[in-house]
């Protein structure tokens, strides 16, 4: 029997409307700080490495890696196990998944309203607008389609992005510039690539995985011996806008996800028939006490309360791994592989806290890539324990985390556009302007616009296959 890893989807879904969200608050000087990432404070906004502490904005990226690499194990061993494809023909589709990402990235960022703020505002919504229509060809598989039509319909996205990026450098006079490009996809088309290989070479042997993440980690400590071979290496990149040497050390999240995604597809796959799991009310206290392990270390890490975050954690994992032995079904025994690893994460990560100053998300440390991983893989229990027991589906967010780059995507190329074409972008800016707090209230509107623009794509099965 398989099952669904709809708790993948849902934490994809968490990650990438945590984005859209902390991308939609405004800045105000009388905001609490644990709106905004650790390292960029109000009142002053200005970017300091030297703060320590994370807080929920610096958790949205990590979670979406991770689910990236959960991913993988899923998406891949499908392909080779079940439609029996060779990895040579993998590898030219992830090749082809990771260029298609970073044309992406850079026409994101060349289309972006800080590019084509010279041009009237109707001018710039056109172009954004016409830029949301080629992401969806790009990337959108139509079921009625034959597979010829579909790669018919994905050029014509490349062609129309081509000419698109070309009319605004030479006929409108953008600073249009393959080097500007959205760091964000840009890293995530690396890791598609890299954390891909990483997989399909190692799938069948977790120690040579571990090995890769070692050998990772001792390349990235001694890059920062200067005159080191290691730092000549960590920071040479053959072509600097498409890829650096150092995006590599988000495989330090992305091998931790790839982890959690093997032992998920082999519950999907193999677990066989569920025996009867615990009681409700075990199950209850697992979800409440690792939902409250979440925010003990958001708190904990946040305000430097780091003793009584450890004592705390330490005491809250026993508990969890005595509710947790009391399940013996295959939903179980996932739960209790997926709190082992996440245990090993988060306490490696606490382990290191106190290395390179404190975990910080910017300049990323090794505590902020394996505490983010722990946390992860504990989000993926509680939202296996809701759907299961609670009969808590959270719809909505996963089906943004099926689709999550329409979700990254309609904010500023689609809704915030049709605003300023309709007229109405004053009267949001003046509704965020009324108070603080408004801004905040600015960015949970168009978020929930998002979310409302993904489930209407999702439910009509419209999905960006990136």
Known sequence: MERRAYAVDLLRGLAIVGMVLSGQILWHAELPAWLFHAQVPPPSFRFDPSVPGITWVDLVFPFFLFSMGAAFPLALRKRLEQRGESVALILTVVVRRWA???????????????????????????????????????????????????????????????????????????????????????????????????????????????????????????????????????????????????????????????????????????????????????????????????????????????????????????????????????????????????FFWLGLGLALEAFEGGIKKDYATFSYFFVTSGLASFVLIAAGIAMRRLNVRFSALVKCGQNPMVAYTAAGFLIMPLLTLLHLSPCLQAFAELCPWMGVARGVLVTAAVMAVTVFFTNRRLFWRT
């Open 100 to 342: 298609l990402l970073a044309l992406f990235a850079v026409a994101l960022a060349n289309l972006r309203s800080g590019v084509t703020g010279t041009l009237p505002g109707w001018g710039s919504s056109l172009l954004q607008l016409a830029g949301w229509g080629c992401f969806c060809a790009l990337f959108m598989r139509i079921d009625r389609f034959s597979d010829r039509q579909n790669r018919m319909v994905c050029l014509s996205g490349v062609a129309g992005i081509a000419a698109l990026l070309a009319a605004a450098r030479w006929g409108w006079g953008l600073p249009v510039s393959a080097e500007r490009s959205d760091v964000i996809i840009l890293v995530l088309a690396n890791m598609a690539l890299f954390g891909s290989l990483v997989w399909l070479y190692t799938r069948n042997n977790l120690l040579a995985r571990l090995g890769v993440l070692a050998l990772l980690a001792a390349l990235r400590l001694g890059s920062g011996v200067e005159g080191s071979w290691n730092e000549a290496l960590w920071n040479w990149s053959p072509v600097p806008w498409l890829f650096r040497f150092d995006y590599l050390k988000y495989l330090c999240i992305i091998i931790p996800g790839t982890i959690a995604g093997d032992r998920i597809y082999e519950w999907m796959t193999h677990g066989g028939e569920d025996a009867p799991g615990a009681s409700r009310r075990r199950e209850v206290w697992t979800l409440v006490l690792l939902v409250t392990l979440i925010c003990l270390n958001m708190w904990g890490l946040f305000t430097r309360q780091l003793v009584v975050n450890r004592a705390a954690g330490v005491l809250l994992c026993l508990l969890l791994r005595r509710l947790l032995r009391g399940d013996g079904s295959a939903t179980g025994r996932l739960h209790r592989s997926l709190f082992g690893w996440g």
